[in-house]
């Protein structure tokens, strides 16, 4: 089986930093991705990680640890635009390649 | 947009009820997934298919069925529908069936109101 953890909420102010940091348990790792979904709306890719190290996308940028199980995503310069809940997923061989979530982090940012 | 469409956007049902999901994958993808969004279970994955054949299984309910057409649309089959059922059910599509680097790509979702 598998299972993920993440914060639930995070809530930071415009231009800050913030991390939201995923533990993963799976039976077999092909990867950890991250996706971001506005409120009601489909959740859309934002990165993958496959190998250890720092993957960056402009703003974002997501981590990877294999030996600890732990992977993080960084939000840089945040705009108000950004609060959403962020979901990091991982493949597990008996799900097919289906996405297994995890429950997702809010993050607010007010000005 | 994502290429994946999905309908009806909203529906509103009656508990016992039954109900069909549709679901167009984008264009030359083979893979199709459907997800329930409710909001104490984050998204849970239902079932997969790919080419028409079912792929994997997750967390779906007896009372709940997919398939995968030859087009490659799919149909998700909710049926004897409870209060609990009523959540936003996504379908999502990839070109594959490789675990790495696959990303999967989500439609709108559909809003399921049982009452």
């Known amino acids: 089986g598998q299972s993920l953890e993440q914060p639930s909420e995070v809530t930071a102010v415009e231009g800050a930093i913030v991390q939201i940091n995923c533990t993963y348990q799976t039976s077999g790792f092909y990867g950890l991705s991250w996706y971001q979904q506005h409120d009601g709306g489909a959740p859309t890719f934002l990165s993958y990680?496959?190998?250890?190290g720092l993957e960056e996308t402009g703003r974002f940028s997501s981590f990877l640890s294999r030996s600890d199980s732990y992977g993080y995503l960084l939000l840089q310069e945040l705009q108000m635009k950004d609060s959403a809940s962020y979901f990091c997923a991982v493949r597990d061989i008996q799900a097919g390649t289906a996405l297994i979530f995890g429950k997702g982090t809010t993050l607010s940012v007010s000005s | 947009d994502s290429g994946v469409t999905q309908t009806p956007k909203h529906l509103i049902t009656a508990t016992g009820q039954r109900v069909t999901l549709r679901c167009s994958p984008r264009?030359?993808?083979?893979?199709v997934y459907w997800y329930q969004q409710s909001l104490d279970q984050g998204l849970q994955f239902l079932i997969q298919y790919y080419n028409g054949e079912e792929r994997a299984k997750g967390n779906i309910l007896e009372r709940f069925s997919a398939q995968q057409f030859p087009d490659l649309h799919s149909e998700l089959n909710l049926s004897s529908l409870e209060l609990g059922d009523s959540a936003l059910y996504f379908c999502?599509?990839?070109?594959?069936?490789?675990?790495?680097?696959?990303?999967?790509?989500f439609g709108e979702g559909s809003w399921l109101t049982v009452v």
């Open positions: 264009s030359g993808d083979l893979s």
């Open positions: 990680n496959a190998l250890d």
């Open positions: 999502a599509s990839s070109v594959g069936d490789r675990v790495g680097g696959n990303t999967i790509y």
